[in-house]
T-cell receptor, first 116, second 113 residues
């Protein structure tokens, strides 16, 4: 069945360190994998996505890695800052037709805490 | 200007009541969504509309009825509220159905007592 989950529910890092947030998925039919950030009291905010035919994509201070062999997705945040403290969700999107079309399926979420 | 705005931000109501949550987006997007986030932060899609047409309707009780008067608005009406409906409800929009980047509202915290 479809499921997107996370290995670690919480992650604490020092300011300036690099952070790695992991996600496991089971649906090989997903076309895109996406990372969202949710700050306290706010709605989720898009960070970066990666198409299923890629294995790496970089953004500003963030890198997403996709390993389809083991169905694993990770988000790396370089030089983590206190403002990065939030809940991070991985999600998947299926572009094919059918009932899953256009549906973002979210994982459980990882709480990232950055200590000054 | 707020891109996706939903009202109210907080809603406390008694069991059995009927309530509505309103959502508006000023991004010119074609697709709008309602998500429910439970106490464990799990986010699950409820409905999706594209150009006022329902395209995703997850297994949601009939007590929940979305209405899209135009593509900039997607309201959620809930009848006969139950304790288990307590959650944070998020409205979101995206340019199209296939877009991975959805813009979320601030959420409506619904508490049923």
């Amino acid at each position: 069945g479809e499921s997107v989950g996370l290995h670690l529910p919480t992650l604490s890092v020092q300011e300036g360190d690099n952070s790695i947030i992991n996600c496991a998925y089971s649906n090989s039919a997903s076309d895109y994998f996406i990372w969202y950030k949710q700050e306290s009291g706010k709605g989720p905010q898009f960070i970066i996505d990666i198409r299923s035919n890629m294995d790496k994509r970089q953004g500003q201070r963030v890198t997403v890695l996709l390993n389809k062999t083991v169905k694993h997705l990770s988000l790396q945040i370089a030089a983590t800052q206190p403002g990065d403290s939030a809940v991070y969700f991985c999600a998947e999107n299926i572009l094919k037709g059918g009932t899953s079309y256009g549906k973002l399926t979210f994982g459980q979420g990882t709480i990232l805490t950055v200590h000054p | 200007d707020t891109a996706v705005s939903q009202t109210p931000k907080y809603l406390v109501t008694q069991m059995g009541n009927d309530k509505s949550i309103k959502c508006e987006q000023n991004l010119g997007h074609d697709t709008m969504y309602w998500y429910k986030q439970d106490s464990k932060k799990f986010l699950k899609i409820m409905f999706s509309y594209n150009n006022k047409e329902l395209i995703i309707n997850e297994t949601v009780p009939n007590r929940f009825s979305p209405k899209s008067p135009d593509k900039a608005h997607l309201n959620l009406h809930i009848n006969s509220l139950e304790l288990g409906d307590s959650a944070v409800y998020f409205c979101a929009s995206s340019q199209g159905v296939a877009d991975t980047e959805a813009f979320f509202g601030q959420g409506t915290r619904l508490t049923v007592v």
